[in-house]
């Protein structure tokens, strides 16, 4: 890695400790809807027994609420969030507020997904793209593989585009490959994550260890996956500090893996959950934990543990925050060539 990468991941690193420091909410995930016409094998929320929407009123609340800065980044999901029926004017609640977003979605709905970034302005789509045709089907039980290869070319000169791959036991490297392909000829970013089992997603099949062909695609991240499902990688849970889940009944999620409930929306502010005692000490009952490798969750985690070992050494780290495989990061890194996340 260059002297400059390094220097990039330092400043980087500086920037969101102190956000974790000051607590300061850099991202939420607004969960606005559960329902979902998907058939996905790797999620079950489509499978929920009672749905629920977000209130516009209560997100009109919350893009005003002071916990949340013109800094605080929404990732508007679900569920499928073009589910939501008022996602047009969610859109436009997060956007008048002046803060930046991503739409997540499976590409159910193109022409409204289209006309939405043309007519509203959307500045980041995230499609889920877990392999094309039949492995499209086979993994979400529907093939919208089609719908989102007309989005991407609709699209891409208008917005960013990400395209999410999830390894699953549904899919294989060959799939990675060719969406990875689709990738760089429509010149979009594409990441790649891990099937993992989030409480609320009432995950079926036990998660696996990923299969080594898969290396040479993984980033940093990624790439430490097998070895956190050995229970050989241990880093503190700092991200939490910064970024939480919102569901369609108001719940405030400590993160996507853990149903905790830090409170609900309907009940009090975000201010109050978010700067309550309660959620303090929550968030430090969780400074260790390590229940999760997500890659929704803990690639900051990652970025601060690489910049501390920048910075400090492992034995200092470790009358720090206790004992962390700070080394391991600091290998991770090595190895790859990333830039730091945002
Ligand atoms: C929950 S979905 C919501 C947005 C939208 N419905 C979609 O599928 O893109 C967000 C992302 O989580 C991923 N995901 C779903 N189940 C997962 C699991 N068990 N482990 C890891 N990622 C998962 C999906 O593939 C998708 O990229
Ligand atoms: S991953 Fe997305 S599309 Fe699939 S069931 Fe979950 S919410 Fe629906
Ligand atoms: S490590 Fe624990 S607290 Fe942190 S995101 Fe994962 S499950 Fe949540």
Known sequence: MSLFETAKHLKHGLTRS????????RVIGLMATDLCKSRCRHCFIWNKKEHSHLSVDVIGRLVRDPA????????LTGG?????????????????????????SNGMYPDELIEAVKELGIPNVYMSLDGLGETYKRVRGVDCSDNILRIVDEIKDLTNIHLGYTITPWNAVEDLEQVKALAEEKGVEMSVGAYQSPEFFDT???????SPEYEPYLDEFMSLNNTWMDKNLSIPCWNIRTKCYILGNGDVF???????VLGNLNEKSFNEIWNSPETIATH?????????????????DMQLAY???LVFSNNRLNKMFGEHDWDLVLDAYRNHNSSPGS
């Open 80 to 104: 499928e969030f073009l589910e939501h029926p008022d996602w047009r004017e969610i859109i436009k609640l997060v956007k008048d507020a002046g803060n930046d977003f991503v739409v997540l």
């Open 307 to 309: 910049a501390g070992r």
């Open 254 to 260: 400590l993160c996507q893996q853990k149903s905790v």
């Open 284 to 300: 430090e009952e969780y400074a260790a934990c390590n229940d999760c490798w997500l890659a929704c969750n803990r690639p900051l």
């Open 204 to 210: 079926v099949k036990p998660v696996g260890k990923i």
């Open 18 to 25: 102190i956000d974790v420091k000051n607590r300061n909410v």
């Open 68 to 75: 949340v800065t013109r800094k605080t980044f929404f990732e």
